[in-house]
């Protein structure tokens, strides 16, 4: 059958995965900016975000928590630049890590538990959950109603907040949802599927219930911010003559738009045009877009005047551009 669907559409163009694999950050945030902490607790999926082994949680009980979702081939440290955004100004952030093949119900149920865990030792129980890509998928399932033990801790408000994430199912992967393709590769497209993706491997297809039926929000989620990215023409590194060597596109504005999605008072839509990677930044450049849109939002703070030299200088330190001849 066509050699398989092309190996079922390269492995399901890699499970639709996108984050660049990178060297562990262990690098620790920079807490000079933050409340003093007042609490100390380990709880199982969180942790500061970095590469460290220390999963140790130091937080002020009193102020409101980021929660910082990766996608797939992600890690918390992937994440670590952006906590340190969020440090910059006072406002303290964690990373929820995960196994990118699991099954998406199975990650986002680990995540209500850790966020339940966590607002139970908060005296302010405000979460905003930020979810990238993937992340974004187990963000939001995280927190319906309808999952077979909702998330509950009384008191809580919550925000949500998803960045290119395929609520409507990765194109790439539909042949794994497909009962004809099934039929003409003899079954060989499920191992293969799951081969690529995982568990996870018939979730993310526009067929299945977990796309299909996102279920409705918790009254607790004051805002789903649903930022989606206008992709195409966009490039993820650039060859030294200036030619686009890796394109930024993952996935187009109609995977990342499903009505169900979309019902009811609390979502907003804002469309962003850049590349999927680009979005949340890399070492080759800040997510200057994404920043500029958390804070028209009051989700960054945005610094004061006379903070704003402080922040730029910040920002150039941490997302710097790799030279020419590294960035091949």
């Given at each position: 059958m066509k050699s398989l669907l092309i190996l079922s559409v390269l492995l399901v163009m890699t499970a639709g995965c996108s984050a660049p694999i990178r060297e562990p950050e262990l690098r620790p945030i920079d807490?000079?900016?933050?409340?003093?902490?007042?609490?100390?607790?380990?709880i199982p999926g969180l942790g500061p975000c970095t590469d460290s082994p220390d999963h140790a949680l130091h937080l002020n009980s009193q102020q409101p928590v980021m929660v910082l979702v990766h996608?797939?081939?992600?890690?918390?440290?992937?994440?670590?630049?952006?906590?340190e955004v969020f440090a910059f100004s006072g406002q303290q952030a964690v990373c929820f890590s995960y196994n990118?093949?699991?099954?998406?119900?199975v990650s986002s149920a680990q995540l209500a538990t850790a966020l339940e865990e966590?607002?139970?030792?908060?005296?302010?129980?405000?979460?905003?959950?930020?979810?990238?890509?993937?992340?974004?998928?187990?963000?939001?399932?995280?927190l319906v109603a309808e999952r077979p033990q909702?998330?509950?801790?009384?008191?809580?408000?919550?925000?949500?907040?998803?960045?290119?994430?395929?609520?409507?199912?990765?194109?790439?992967?539909?042949?794994?949802?497909?009962?004809l393709a099934t039929i003409f590769s003899l079954g060989l497209t499920v191992p293969i599927c799951k081969l690529a993706a995982g568990d996870k491997w018939y979730?993310?297809?526009?067929?299945?219930?977990f796309i299909r039926q996102p279920g409705d929000l918790l009254g607790q989620v004051k805002e789903h911010l649903?930022?989606?990215?206008?992709?195409?023409?966009?490039?993820?590194?650039?060859?030294?003559?200036?030619?686009?060597?890796?394109?930024?596109?993952?996935?187009?504005?109609?995977?990342?738009?499903?009505?169900?999605?979309?019902?009811?008072?609390?979502?907003?839509?804002?469309?962003?045009?850049?590349?999927h990677v680009e979005i949340v930044g890399d070492n080759r450049v800040a997510p200057f877009k994404l920043i500029?849109?958390?804070?028209?939002?009051?989700?960054?703070k945005t610094p004061a005047p006379e903070r704003t030299a402080a922040f730029g200088q910040m920002l150039t330190l941490l997302y710097q551009r790799l030279p020419p001849t590294e960035a091949q």
């Amino acid at each position: 059958m066509k050699s398989l669907l092309i190996l079922s559409v390269l492995l399901v163009m890699t499970a639709g995965c996108s984050a660049p694999i990178r060297e562990p950050e262990l690098r620790p945030i920079d807490q000079s900016r933050m409340p003093p902490p007042d609490l100390s607790v380990t709880i199982p999926g969180l942790g500061p975000c970095t590469d460290s082994p220390d999963h140790a949680l130091h937080l002020n009980s009193q102020q409101p928590v980021m929660v910082l979702v990766h996608g797939c081939l992600g890690s918390a440290g992937r994440f670590r630049a952006l906590a340190e955004v969020f440090a910059f100004s006072g406002q303290q952030a964690v990373c929820f890590s995960y196994n990118d093949r699991d099954s998406l119900m199975v990650s986002s149920a680990q995540l209500a538990t850790a966020l339940e865990e966590l607002a139970g030792h908060l005296q302010r129980k405000d979460l905003t959950v930020i979810g990238h890509s993937q992340g974004g998928l187990i963000a939001r399932k995280a927190l319906v109603a309808e999952r077979p033990q909702p998330f509950q801790a009384l008191g809580a408000e919550l925000e949500l907040v998803t960045i290119s994430a395929p609520f409507a199912g990765i194109e790439a992967a539909s042949h794994c949802g497909s009962t004809l393709a099934t039929i003409f590769s003899l079954g060989l497209t499920v191992p293969i599927c799951k081969l690529a993706a995982g568990d996870k491997w018939y979730e993310i297809t526009g067929a299945s219930d977990f796309i299909r039926q996102p279920g409705d929000l918790l009254g607790q989620v004051k805002e789903h911010l649903k930022i989606n990215t206008e992709e195409s023409g966009s490039c993820r590194r650039v060859n030294a003559d200036g030619n686009c060597a890796q394109s930024d596109y993952v996935f187009s504005l109609e995977e990342q738009h499903l009505p169900l999605v979309n019902a009811g008072t609390v979502a907003t839509n804002v469309v962003v045009k850049a590349g999927h990677v680009e979005i949340v930044g890399d070492n080759r450049v800040a997510p200057f877009k994404l920043i500029a849109t958390l804070q028209e939002r009051g989700i960054l703070k945005t610094p004061a005047p006379e903070r704003t030299a402080a922040f730029g200088q910040m920002l150039t330190l941490l997302y710097q551009r790799l030279p020419p001849t590294e960035a091949q």
